[in-house]
């Protein structure tokens, strides 16, 4: 009698910590997607017009830009970017030096509640360097701007020729 008990202890066993095993394969999953599916990351902040700069072979570089609206109650300070196709990724304004237009860095901008910001040609962008690859329409490109609250902002950009050009628009030559 003993001997049967300790069978059906044993046989039970396993089965039941399977199942434990799984209830917590449950919830630990449930858990990781919890904030993926929550969290809002660009809540407030609104990104328009967002492209990057399509570029011959072998250009090393490009540029990105964008229409950005703080719509927060709180001002946002920008103090990097990145992006899935470049190895680094600045923010740059122009500026003109001597008659000839240069390139600056920034260490980072500023929205004011309810400020837009225009990134655009001649002007402040975002300057992607040294690119992973050539990037043509239609690849699937991220930028991603860093707060100073250590929060990232990412939003998906089209690959344009030039400004106002769609993916796959004409060209002006
Ligand atoms: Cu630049």
């Given at each position: 009698m003993v001997q049967y008990a300790?069978?059906?202890?044993?046989?039970?066993?396993?089965?039941?910590?399977?199942?434990?095993?799984?209830?917590?394969?449950t919830v630990l999953?449930?858990?990781?997607c919890m904030p993926a599916l929550g969290a809002e990351p660009a809540a407030g902040v609104v990104f328009e017009d967002v492209w990057i700069r399509?570029?011959?072979?072998?250009q090393p570089n490009s540029a990105g830009y964008m229409t950005i609206s703080n719509s927060r109650e709180t001002a946002i300070g920008i103090v990097g970017a990145s992006s899935n196709v470049s190895k680094k990724t600045e923010i740059h304004t122009t500026r003109q030096v001597d008659g000839l237009m240069r390139m600056e860095q920034l260490d980072g901008v500023a929205l004011a509640p309810g400020e837009r910001l225009e990134l655009a040609p001649g002007g402040t962008h975002l300057m992607l360097l040294g690119l992973e690859y050539r990037?043509?329409?239609?690849?699937?490109?991220e930028l991603c701007l860093h707060l100073v609250t250590e929060e990232t902002l990412c939003t998906s950009a089209e690959v344009r020729k030039s400004a106002g050009s769609s993916a796959g628009g004409h060209e002006h030559h």
């Open positions: 300790e069978m059906v202890g044993r046989s039970k066993c396993p089965c039941w910590s399977r199942k434990l095993k799984r209830i917590w394969l999953v449930a858990g990781l399509a570029m011959p072979p072998f990037p043509v329409a239609g690849d699937d490109i």
